[in-house]
């Protein structure tokens, strides 16, 4: 691209209207300062951004209730964007399952460039807007899926391309991005702007947008899944044991909620084939273990709800 080509100075332009790009004015001095003082600077921008979060909370809520209704009615959350962005979905959805319990393929990150651009930059890929094409056909993204395009700048052609795609399929088309007014909102169903302003190093959107998209990111997935039951009293009881770790912390979580013994609450997992919903269940209402997989069913796996129908009996 020439350095005097229309396009390249559209883009120039472009850059220069979004906060995420501009420049702190205070602090031309960061190569002068002492390492403690930097620590300080640092920590005083990333204060900012549950601020910012926090801006955005009622688009949040929209976005959470969207979510949790599609995922309800059988649909998937499928998170992408490029570079950070990308990877910031990738590590939300794939905390999923050990957290919640779920299938690996309900919640779900793409990247532009594909897995290698997890751990390696493609970045040309996220100027294509036919880039989420192929993923879109391999998981035949529908109607009752949930689509979020992450973006700091809120304007890349990766994201808006998929946007558009996802509306074009019925999808819910949720945008999240870090800048205010942004072009991928425009594409969206419903738009999450966390304008956190300029970076401690500019342009270097991994630092305070990136600490949004983790923050908005983890409120999407953790709230959606806390309306559809995953927690119990503010504690995980959905999740799966896959190691001592996470065994030993349902053991506790058992134990904790229905106030009995470790051994106890052991046993009860041994006997509902380790499920901490069931095990609680038996507990708590002498539900026999065998009958707990069609109470949590009935109750659509609302252990809240399955207690009280047993216990209203």
């Not at 332009?13 to 600077?41: F, Q």
């Not at 399929?169 to 966390?194: Q, Y």
């Amino acid at each position: 691209m020439s350095s005097d080509s229309p396009s390249l100075r559209a883009i120039i332009s472009e850059l220069e209207s979004l906060t995420t790009e501009s420049m702190l004015v205070d602090r031309a001095d960061l190569d002068t300062l002492a390492t403690r003082d930097l620590v300080d600077a640092m920590n005083l921008e990333d204060a900012r951004v549950p601020a910012a979060v926090a801006a955005a909370g009622d688009d949040i809520a929209r976005a959470v209730d969207g979510i949790a209704d599609r995922l309800r009615r059988g649909g998937r959350l499928i998170y992408l964007g490029a570079g950070t962005a990308g990877r910031v979905g990738v590590l939300d959805a794939s905390e999923c399952p050990p957290t919640f319990g779920t299938s690996p393929d309900l919640v779900v990150g793409l990247v532009a460039g594909g897995p290698g651009a997890i751990q390696t930059a493609v970045e040309g890929a996220e100027d294509d807007p036919d880039g989420s094409a192929a993923d879109f056909d391999r998981l035949a993204v529908g109607p009752m899926d949930v689509v979020v395009g992450i973006s700091a700048s809120g304007r890349t052609p990766y994201v808006t391309g998929a946007l558009d795609r996802a509306r074009a399929r019925g999808a819910l088309a949720i945008s999240v991005a870090a800048n205010a007014d942004s072009v991928i909102s425009r594409h969206a169903d419903v738009a999450i702007e966390t304008v956190v302003g300029p970076e401690f190093v500019s342009g270097s959107t991994r630092l305070k947008a990136g600490t949004a998209q983790k923050l908005v990111l983890n409120m999407l997935s953790t709230l959606s899944m806390i309306k559809l039951g995953k927690t119990y009293h503010g504690v995980m009881v959905d999740l799966q044991a896959t190691n001592e770790k996470l065994h030993a912390r349902s053991v506790r979580t058992v134990a904790t909620i229905t106030g009995c013994d470790y051994a106890t609450a052991a046993d009860a997992l041994t006997a509902v084939g380790g499920g901490v919903k069931p095990a609680i269940l038996t507990i708590l209402t002498g539900m026999p273990p065998a009958d707990t997989t069609a109470a949590l069913d009935d109750a659509q796996g609302i252990l809240r709800v399955a207690i009280g129908k047993a216990q209203a009996r």
